[in-house]
């Protein structure tokens, strides 16, 4: 069985995505265009470091590049 994600609020979520489009200037396309690069540099830099880290000095844990469900 896979751990839970916590969580969060949803107005929390909610804020996020108004300042998201604010930055954006309401554009939504843009927005959402910032998110998927942001999370295509971040599976960049996670595969990165998983090439560069040992097993050993991350104690056996190994990255998942899928949020779990």
């Known amino acids: 069985m ?3 994600l916590a969580q ?3 107005i929390e979520i909610q804020r ?3 300042a998201l489009l604010a930055w954006h200037d309401e554009d939504p396309r843009a ?3 910032t998110v998927l690069l942001d999370c295509q ?3 960049l830099q996670l595969a990165l470091t998983a090439a ?3 097993v050993g000095f ?3 844990w190994t990255p998942t590049y899928e949020r779990p469900k």
């Open 31 to 33: 927005a959402i265009s």
């Open 16 to 18: 996020e995505v108004e």
């Open 8 to 10: 969060a609020p949803n």
């Open 58 to 60: 991350t104690r056996g």
């Open 41 to 43: 540099h971040l599976r």
């Open 52 to 54: 560069a880290s040992s």
């Open 2 to 4: 896979r751990p839970q």
